[in-house]
T-cell receptor
Framework: AQTVTQSQPEMSVQEAETVTLSCTYD???????LFWYKQPPSRQMILVIR??????QNATENRFSVNFQKAAKSFSLKISDSQLGDTAMYFC???????????FGKGTKLTVNP | SAVISQKPSRDICQRGTSLTIQCQVD?????MFWYRQQPGQSLTLIAT?????????ESGFVIDKFPISRPNLTFSTLTVSNMSPEDSSIYLC???????????FGAGTRLSVL
C-alpha cells in the first residue's frame, strides 16, 4: 500500500521569506500523481499544486513550486515570498494512476509570522 | 473546477442519534468521495460513491455505521449512525471533475457528539 510521510508537524516562517515543506512517499508504481493541498483555519481544502510522475519538470504555480525527486520518492513544496495568508495546514497527497483515491500525509502546520 | 456545497456546516448531536450530511455538486460527476478528519489529524477515506451502485467502503468503515446514498450524478449523502463521542470529526466530501485528476473538496461538516 502507498504511504505518504510528512516529517515536519509544524513549521514557521517570517513574512516574505522562503520555506520548504517536506514529503516522501512509498510506492512500487511508475504512474502516479502527487499533490499539495492547503487547509486554512476555515478548513476548505484547496489544491496548491500537482505533479505528474512522468513529467521531469518540476511544477510551479506563482509563488509555489515543487522539488520532485522521483528516484528518492521525494516531493517537497517551496513557498517563496511567504504571506500571512499562507498560514494553514499543508497536506501532501498521492494518487495512483488509474485510481481516484487520494492517500494523504499527516500534514504540516505552517505559520507565517509578521 | 467544481463548486461543492455541504450541509450542515456543523452540528452538535447526542450520543446514540444519527446525522445525515448532504453534498451537492454544481456539475455531474461519476465518483464522489467521503472523508473523515479527526481532530488534528489527516484525512481518511471512508468510502467512494458511484451513482447507481453500492458505495465501496475502506477498511475499518462499514455500511451499517456510515450508510451512503447516491441518487444522481450531482448529489450524495453520508449518514453517521448511532453516534458516539469518537465520531466527533470533520466529514468532507470531494469529487474529481473531468480528466483533471484533481479532487475538489467541500467545506466540511464539523460534528461534535456529546
Amino acid at each position: 500500500a502507498q504511504t505518504v510521510t510528512q516529517s515536519q508537524p509544524e513549521m514557521s516562517v517570517q513574512e516574505a521569506e522562503t520555506v520548504t515543506l517536506s514529503c516522501t512517499y512509498d510506492t512500487s508504481e511508475s504512474n502516479y500523481y502527487l499533490f499539495w493541498y492547503k487547509q486554512p483555519p476555515s478548513r476548505q481544502m484547496i489544491l496548491v499544486i500537482r505533479q505528474e510522475a512522468y513529467k521531469q519538470q518540476n511544477a510551479t504555480e506563482n509563488r509555489f513550486s515543487v522539488n520532485f525527486q522521483k528516484a528518492a520518492k521525494s516531493f517537497s513544496l517551496k513557498i517563496s515570498d511567504s504571506q500571512l495568508g499562507d498560514t494553514a495546514m499543508y497536506f501532501c497527497a498521492f494518487r495512483q494512476g488509474g485510481s481516484e483515491k487520494l492517500v494523504f500525509g499527516k500534514g504540516t502546520k505552517l505559520t507565517v509570522n509578521p | 473546477s467544481a463548486v461543492i456545497s455541504q450541509k450542515p456546516s456543523r452540528d452538535i448531536c447526542q450520543r446514540g442519534t444519527s446525522l445525515t450530511i448532504q453534498c451537492q455538486v454544481d456539475s455531474q460527476v461519476t465518483m464522489m468521495f467521503w472523508y473523515r478528519q479527526q481532530p488534528g489529524q489527516s484525512l481518511t477515506l471512508i468510502a467512494t460513491a458511484n451513482q447507481g451502485s453500492e458505495a465501496t467502503y475502506e477498511s475499518g468503515f462499514v455500511i451499517d455505521k456510515f450508510p451512503i446514498s447516491r441518487p444522481n450524478l450531482t448529489f450524495s449523502t453520508l449518514t453517521v449512525s448511532n453516534m458516539s463521542p469518537e465520531d466527533s470529526s470533520i466529514y468532507l466530501c470531494s469529487v474529481t471533475v473531468g480528466a483533471s485528476n484533481i479532487q475538489y473538496f467541500g467545506a466540511g461538516t464539523r460534528l461534535s457528539v456529546l
